[in-house]
């Protein structure tokens, strides 16, 4: 169902985001998430189809590139965003854009192979079924180690001014080079080894090659692999639910009132992706700064003490099926998660972000802010590769 050569992003999106528009793809839904469709990949992604190209400009364009040896112009891309999106990613200059591009980061971004012992790919903590994150309190990294911190979906990352809970990385690009790196892909040092053995495999050489302008044989950096693994993250965009159709029941429409007003939500959970950006003292996992295990968050990037145990605002797209919540996954459900954020905080260690109260709501509007936020689940699903069964991670 997907050309992957299709030159702009509106194939893309309607892949993506088809079930949504109409509601009427229950079958295109089912069919991206099935998980094991290995001949559904090879047509729709494996191949560079040369006779699509002719409709392909970004394609035309990254030959041209591969003549002159420039780097692959971004014109030809064109967002078609869904609605309620009102602001497309914002795109390096060092990364532009293509469907070349974008395709080899979709394959990428669910091979196993990219992480240190083939257990893993991006896509095993950022799976359709668990709301494009893990279903874990805390992450399982290869090896089945313990990581410190909540997965985040992966929806409209490409809108997030600054990456992960604690905004430590400033675009995807270094997100995805600490994703390699770190304990969720394992790698350590070995990047430029891994992406350079990726970057030789048959099925990939052609796809780098196309995606960047290179000339045969070149070989292949952490920098390709993270620009391919960015281009691709900002393709996956959050946008047509049910809120933004203005299709919610009734709970959901008083929950919208109450969250855009008197429950203060939207102070923080700000514009169209639900987040200022900024980061706030919420008191979820806060406790004294040396105390073991102590999760600083902003305040251990920053190295400024008033910033400890603030975390950035998340997006509360697909907030609804993304439990468990907050940076440690300390609380279970999403009612629990309203509560907490409607009482004020956790006030146990220390003052909370100022725009945090006691909201003082009863038990049938905390209901309607969970109705509201269920109004806000995300219609698309990433389009699967391959088996992504992992042992410990749900799903897939
Ligand atoms: C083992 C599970 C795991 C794997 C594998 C994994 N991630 Fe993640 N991802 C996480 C966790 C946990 C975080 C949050 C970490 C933090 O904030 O310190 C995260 C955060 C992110 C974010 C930032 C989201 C936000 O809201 O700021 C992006 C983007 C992302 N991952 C993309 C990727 C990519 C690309 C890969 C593959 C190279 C990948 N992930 C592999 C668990 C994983
Ligand atoms: C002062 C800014 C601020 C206000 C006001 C605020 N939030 Fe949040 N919210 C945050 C931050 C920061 C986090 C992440 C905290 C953490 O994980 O440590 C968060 C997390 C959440 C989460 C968990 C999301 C996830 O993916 O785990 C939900 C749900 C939520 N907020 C809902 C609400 C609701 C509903 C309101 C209004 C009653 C509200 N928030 C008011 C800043 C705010």
């Not at 040369?50 to 394609?59: Q, V």
């Not at 909370?352 to 509007?365: F, G, H, I, P, S």
Request: proline share 5%.
């Amino acid at each position: 169902m997907l050309n992957g050569n299709a030159a702009t992003i509106a194939a893309l999106a309607l892949t993506l985001l088809a079930p949504a528009c109409g509601g009427n793809a229950p079958d295109a839904k089912g069919e991206a998430k099935t998980a094991a469709k290995p001949d559904a990949k090879t047509t729709a992604k494996a191949d560079a189809k040369p006779d699509d190209k002719a409709d392909g400009k970004a394609d035309d364009k990254a030959d041209d590139a591969v003549d002159d040896g420039a780097a692959t112009p971004a014109a030809a891309w064109s967002w078609q965003l869904p609605t309620g999106i009102h602001t497309p990613p914002k795109v390096p200059d060092d990364n532009p854009m293509s469907a070349a591009k974008v395709e080899l980061g979709h394959r990428l971004f669910m091979d196993k192979r990219l992480s240190v012992d083939g257990s893993r790919s991006c896509y095993s903590c950022h799976q359709n079924e668990l709301g494009n994150a893990d279903g874990r309190a805390k992450a399982l990294g290869p090896g089945n180690k313990d990581l410190p911190r909540n997965s985040p979906t992966i929806w409209n990352v490409g809108l997030l001014s600054a990456l992960y809970w604690d905004g430590r990385a400033a675009d995807l690009e270094a997100q995805g080079l600490g994703a390699l790196k770190g304990g969720n892909m394992g790698l350590g040092d070995g990047v430029e080894a891994k992406a350079a053995e990726i970057g030789a495999l048959p099925e990939y050489a052609d796809a780098f090659a196309k995606a960047f302008g290179l000339a045969p044989g070149t070989a292949i950096t952490g920098k390709h692999v993270t620009q391919a693994l960015s281009a691709y993250e900002r393709t996956l965009l959050c946008g047509d639910t049910a809120h933004d159709r203005d299709a919610q029941d009734e709970a959901a429409k008083r929950g919208w009132a109450l969250f855009s007003t008197t429950a203060g939500c939207i102070t923080c959970h700000a514009q169209d992706n639900f987040t200022d950006g900024l980061f706030h003292r919420t008191g979820i996992g806060a406790s004294e700064p040396a105390a073991e295990g102590a999760d600083l968050g902003r305040g251990k990037i920053s190295s400024n003490a008033d910033e400890n145990f603030m975390f950035r605002t998340p997006t509360l797209r697909n907030v609804a099926r993304t439990a468990p919540y907050f940076h440690d996954g300390s609380v279970a459900t999403l009612e629990e998660a309203v509560r907490i954020m409607a009482g004020g905080g956790v006030r146990d260690h220390g003052p909370v972000d100022a725009n945090l109260l006691d909201r003082k709501l009863t038990d049938d509007q905390i209901a309607d802010l969970v109705a509201f936020l269920k109004s806000l689940d995300c219609p698309g699903a990433l389009e699967v590769i391959g088996d992504q069964k992992v042992d410990g991670i749900g799903g897939a």
